[in-house]
């Protein structure tokens, strides 16, 4: 069976966020006030045929560190997603 | 009080994606086959200071309208996040 599954891919704590601090700096010009700690990520959504929906996250998982993120700097977490 | 608060970024159905289409094609090399409709997003998290999270989530949206994603080209959805 296909699950689908979606990868998040953040920074880990105390990395550099310059797309994020950009993003924080800009937002009081356009009239939003009291957003902090902005962090900017990525993340994926794919179909996974699998046996089942942990054996699909574990597919997941294993894919994310190995091409979707760079272990080093970022985390990736992978949750079960609705079909959409 | 502060809310913690994810917006996510999607491209809308039929626009194409290219980052999604070469890992999709990049997979099966690694070993991971089984894996369909790939497709790449960002990710966005931020505290937002409102008086109850029903704000916190309507603001969100609007900076995500306004800064965050291209409307044209892409869905904007914000959700609740876990601080962490």
């Given at each position: ?6 990868v998040?891919?953040?920074l880990r704590?105390?990395?550099?966020d310059?797309?994020g ?6 937002l009081?010009?356009?009239g ?5 700690h902005?962090?900017?990520?990525k993340?994926f959504?794919m ?17 994310a ?5 760079n272990p080093?700097?970022e985390?990736?977490?992978a ?6």
């Amino acid at each position: 069976m296909n699950y689908p599954v979606i990868v998040d891919v953040t920074l880990r704590q105390g990395i550099a966020d310059p797309e994020g601090a950009t993003i924080e700096r800009a937002l009081p010009a356009l009239g939003f006030t009291g957003v902090t700690h902005m962090r900017a990520g990525k993340s994926f959504r794919m179909d996974i045929e699998a046996p089942d929906e942990a054996s699909a996250l574990e597919k997941a998982t294993a894919l994310a560190e190995r091409l979707l993120s760079n272990p080093v700097i970022e985390n990736a977490t992978a949750r079960s997603g609705t079909k959409g």
